[in-house]
């Protein structure tokens, strides 16, 4: 364990704050500091007994983030020095620290030579705000006689206020000690490696970089996006998860897990998942297998089988442009976070996947064909092939353009033991999903 008593560790985040305390957890594997501070606008779920939460105002932009980072962190930091840390970039390597790197008041990663933060020379190389050392001292300086803060505070530190600073006595790294603090991007001309140094930055995405992002993801995946409370849920649908199109889904941005599931009712469906005991899951119909995805990580390592089918239907839709390669990361994706279970992807139409199916299912999802003549044969083999007690979900029960809605309605007259999660504010014209639960 490297004692670092008078270090304080912090990270400023107001986005990924879960992803951030898996960071931070990184580092205290084999570090103590003297404090371990988060800053941020919300208080995280995973947050441990040994980290402390600041409020702080909500962030929202790089220059938000820079002028929080000059003007305001000082007032929190009561130790010489202080190591930023963030949910792409963090310690990896303990075995790398060197006791020269306090001998400075700043150090951070080297930028390429051929950066656009380097119009003066090799010195100014030094280097990355993101995960670095600085001392108390240099950030009391930087406050004083900062100017205008802009978009980047390290480059206002280490280029805009070199000088005066330097002046004032604050130090900074040499570039052949920093190459061997922190990595950020590929540096040939410095003949360092990944293995070589301290910490690391992950936005410049080498290999090495990817590889330690996929160990946080899966770790958030498995271990903390299932345990959210469900106001976090739907926060974490609309503004993490990635949306198939934000205008009709309600996400913030398009991409990553491409959801086609309105937040506000889809974590009710994640809520009852992880709520009931389900030991073999079944989802016809994938679009591109984020909704299966998030649904196996909600139902949790206890199933011990999650099967899915789909015939590709939606490959010749231009805004879905589905793939089995795109079903497939999100399934090979569940194999690894769940190796326990049974995972099985079935290109098939649903006819025929049942005429040769022999299981039975606790839940079966049905949000395949859409027409009424579709979905109410999917619904007829579901009832053969679903477990006594077992649970039936419906998919866009609320879009009265497609047979879904007519199916669902037939359902639910014959029976009590149903729910629905109907979401659609008064004020908002929009394409209307839904989805029903029935009890069997």
């Known amino acids: 364990m490297v004692d670092l008593n008078n270090v304080t560790l912090f990270s400023v985040d107001c986005k990924y704050y879960e992803k951030t305390i ?33 409020k702080i105002r909500s962030i929202v932009s790089l220059e938000d983030y820079s002028s929080f980072m000059i003007n305001e962190l000082p007032d929190f930091i009561n130790t010489e020095f202080c190591l930023s840390v963030h949910y792409d970039g ?17 150090i951070g990663a080297p930028w390429k030579v051929n950066s656009h933060f380097l119009p003066r020379g090799e010195k100014y190389r030094v280097g990355n705000g993101g995960v670095s050392i600085r001392s108390k001292k240099l950030m ?28 004032a006595g604050i130090t900074f790294a040499p570039l052949e000690l920093a190459k061997y603090f ?22 410049s995405h080498t290999k090495s970089h990817i590889e330690k992002m996929k160990y946080i993801t899966k770790k958030y995946y498995r271990d903390v996006v299932p345990k959210l409370p469900n106001n976090k849920i739907i926060h974490w649908l609309q503004y993490e998860a990635g949306c198939q199109d934000p205008a009709v889904f309600f996400g913030s941005y398009r991409g990553n897990l491409n959801l086609q599931q309105i937040p506000y009712e889809y974590a009710n469906l994640l809520d009852m998942f992880r709520n009931n005991k389900i030991n073999s899951y079944l989802e016809l119909g994938l679009g591109n297998g984020g909704s299966f995805f998030v649904d196996c990580m909600f139902i949790g390592n206890k199933c011990q089988k999650f ?18 390669d795109k079903i497939m990361s999100k399934v090979n994706l569940v194999k690894e976070l769940i190796p326990k279970s049974e995972v099985k992807f079935f290109n098939s139409t649903t006819d025929k996947f049942f005429e040769e199916n022999t299981e039975k299912y606790d839940c079966i999802f049905i949000d395949a064909d859409h027409s009424y003549e579709g979905v ?18 419906f998919h866009d029960i609320g879009n009265t353009s497609v047979g879904v809605a007519q199916c669902w309605d037939e359902v639910k ?22 989805i029903g639960i029935y009890y069997v």
């Open 307 to 324: 099967h899915a089918v789909d015939d590709l239907s939606y490959a010749g839709f231009v805004h879905i442009k589905q793939t089995e």
């Open 22 to 54: 898996l960071a931070i957890n990184e580092c205290l594997k084999n570090f103590s500091f003297k404090e371990v501070l988060f800053l941020s606008d919300k208080k995280p779920t995973n947050l441990p007994e040994n980290v402390k939460f600041i």
């Open 90 to 106: 963090w310690i990896i390597n303990e075995n790398n620290w060197r006791s020269e790197f306090l001998d400075y008041d700043y």
């Open 376 to 393: 109410k044969k999917d619904y007829i083999n579901a009832l053969k092939y679903i477990n006594e007690g077992g649970i039936i979900i």
């Open 140 to 167: 009391e300086a930087a406050r004083k006689i900062a100017p205008n803060v802009g978009y980047h505070e390290d480059t206002l530190i280490v280029h805009t206020l070199r000088a005066p600073l330097e002046d």
């Open 413 to 434: 007259s014959k029976s009590t033991s149903y729910e629905e999660h109907l979401w659609k504010p008064d004020h908002v014209d929009f394409y209307n999903c839904g």
């Open 182 to 203: 922190a990595y950020e991007a590929e540096c040939t001309d410095l003949n360092v490696s990944f293995e070589d140094v301290l910490a690391f930055h992950g936005k």
